[in-house]
């Protein structure tokens, strides 16, 4: 499998919020065979010892095939399959496979291929065996809270700094929209950019935390104009201005694996900065005269999934979040025979040189799950079944964990990707929790 850091469909775009409906153009429906693979339960989620089984059509400009060889393999997301075989459909439907029944918690799926005139066509889907019960694999070390308390306090020690720059040709008529910069650990700074409505008053704030890769940013302009302040931020250190060549150069190489980067030392990993980076544009926005510092939501899908319950969780001053398919959760899910989070640090293609002792406990530190347990906010999460970036695995050992008020919004067959649908679900919430919560 590809390394899939920053080269997934969704990460490039996941946070240029202007794009909303990139979702879209990823359904089904845009090839002119559509290989649609069904589960045998309307909603796609079972309970324990409930038999599970899958059925096959292809479609050829919409009109069913019949008499077409597909392939098909099924078995644990992430997993070598249970069953794999080949089946000829006679019929418009048919089931591939033997009835699956268990009462592990976690995700079956079925995988079907069929070649049509010389090119391959693939379609999946994905059953949900008693999702709630899914637990962590990966430990709580006993001083986890008193390692990111004195994190915290070492940053607080650290000038902010702030700079801003106004960007003229990216502001409108009601909103300023600036390249903003402050200080961060180990002499680094953190780069974003930060809309904010031209009217005097007090605004509530919103952090916008990106997806894995290494882009520009546009910032979120149409949300400032609805009457928020929001900063949206870049996560490595460098300004988010600059032209597309630089950060694909980067991404090519410099920067290429930094989910990896130093997790043999606990104080050197990659995340340590990120997440401090968090907590420093929490400072950021409430030093604004422009914003209620009584009302700041960060917001964050796949990689900006993870930092935004990370965020959150680390830091009081955050009072709502928003999470989509967050990545970083249940990393250890491999060692233990399951599918772990995005960046997949020890599957079996990497733990020939990820899975040592130390690598293993200090990813306890920087695992989503853990900061699942602090979250006392209430939350907007949304994601399907079909995520093969992210693995449900994953992120329902995380949601599991949080005890806070929690609204899921489940559309089971999308992927790493979302529906304008759930885009629009998530504006409305974020408005109503901020401007219309009082």
């Known amino acids: 499998m590809k390394r899939l850091y920053f080269k997934h469909p969704i990460l490039f775009l996941v946070f240029l919020l202007t794009a909303f409906q990139f979702g879209t153009a990823q359904s089904r429906s845009n090839q002119p065979i559509q290989v649609l693979v069904s589960p045998n339960k309307a909603d796609w989620t079972y309970a324990a010892d409930e038999e599970v089984t899958f059925s096959v059509s292809v479609f050829k400009h919409q009109v069913a095939l019949n008499d077409v060889e597909v392939t098909y393999a099924i078995g644990w997301e992430k997993m070598e399959p249970l069953e794999s075989g080949s089946k000829r459909l006679r019929k418009a439907q048919e089931i591939v496979g033997s009835p699956i029944r268990t009462d592990t918690p976690g995700f079956i799926r079925c995988e079907v291929k069929v070649t049509v005139d010389g090119e391959e066509f693939r379609g999946i889907a994905t059953a949900a065996v008693t999702p709630d019960k899914i637990k962590p694999t990966q430990q709580i070390p006993d001083d986890f809270k008193d390692f990111w308390n004195t994190q915290i306090e070492a940053l607080a020690e650290v000038p902010l700094d702030a700079k801003m720059t106004l960007l003229p040709e990216k502001s409108t008529s009601t909103v300023d929209v600036y390249h903003i910069s402050f200080r961060n650990i180990q002499n680094s700074r953190v780069y974003g950019i930060l809309a904010k409505p031209k009217k005097q008053g007090k605004y509530p704030g919103v952090l916008l935390v990106p997806g894995a890769g290494i882009r520009p940013y546009a910032g979120a302009i149409a949300q400032a104009e609805k009457g928020l302040v929001t900063l949206q931020i870049g996560i490595h250190g460098i300004p988010v201005t600059h032209e597309l060549e630089l950060y694909q150069s980067l991404a090519n190489g410099a920067l290429q694996g930094y989910p990896f980067f130093n997790l043999d030392d606990v104080q050197q990993y990659y995340y340590k900065r990120v997440y401090l980076g968090c907590i420093r544009s929490v400072d950021f926005l409430v030093a604004l005269d422009d914003v209620d510092s009584n009302n700041l939501l960060v917001w964050g899908g796949s990689q900006g999934g993870a930092l935004s319950i990370v965020t959150a969780g680390l830091d009081k001053r955050i009072k709502n979040l928003v999470a989509l398919y967050p990545a970083l959760s249940d990393l250890t899910g491999y060692l233990h025979g399951r599918a772990g989070g995005w960046p997949h640090m020890f599957n079996k293609a990497n733990s020939r040189f990820m899975a040592t002792p130390e690598k293993i406990q200090n990813s306890a530190y920087y ?38 008020p929690k609204n899921l919004y489940l559309i089971q067959e999308t992927g790493h990707w979302t529906y304008a649908e759930q885009q629009t679900k998530i504006l409305d919430w974020v408005l109503q929790r901020t401007l219309h919560s009082n």
């Open 367 to 404: 695992d989503v799950v853990n900061f699942a347990r602090l979250v006392e906010v209430p939350g907007f999460y949304t994601w399907g079944y079909n995520d093969e970036t992210c693995p449900p695995t994953s992120y329902y050992a995380a949601y599991n964990n949080i005890t806070a």
